[in-house]
């Protein structure tokens, strides 16, 4: 399996960007997608993830401002990050669960919020 993640970028406080992960594989062979974010020194935690189902997760640090959606035709997972603010700043991976015993990670993409 594999996870392509993109999007990231620097945008200034306020504003919106959005991460997609283009998995190698149909979105419905995975139990719950996610994204997580990494802060150097800092371990990484969970942001937002859907489930097989399209049930939504998100921490609360971001609850009200992302928005997690899939294209199950383009076997696609994005995050829209609104009214973003400097401690959004991270390394954003993807992730996709199968099962409690098959996890996989895709390469990181940086997001810098900063005027």
């Known amino acids: 399996v594999q996870l392509q993640a993109s999007g990231g970028g620097l945008v200034q406080p306020g504003g919106s960007l959005r991460l997609s992960c283009a998995a190698s594989?149909?979105?419905?062979?995975?139990?719950?997608m996610g994204w997580y974010r990494q802060v150097p020194g800092e371990q990484r935690e969970l942001v937002a993830s859907i489930r097989a189902n399209g049930t939504p997760y998100y921490a609360d640090s971001v609850k009200g401002r992302f928005i997690i959606s899939r294209d199950i035709a383009k076997k696609t997972v994005y995050l829209q990050m609104n009214s973003l603010n400097p401690e959004d700043t991270a390394v954003y991976h993807c992730n996709a669960k199968i099962n409690a015993f098959a996890e996989y990670w895709g390469q990181g993409t940086l997001v810098t919020v900063s005027s």
């Open positions: 594989r149909s979105l419905t062979s995975f139990g719950v």
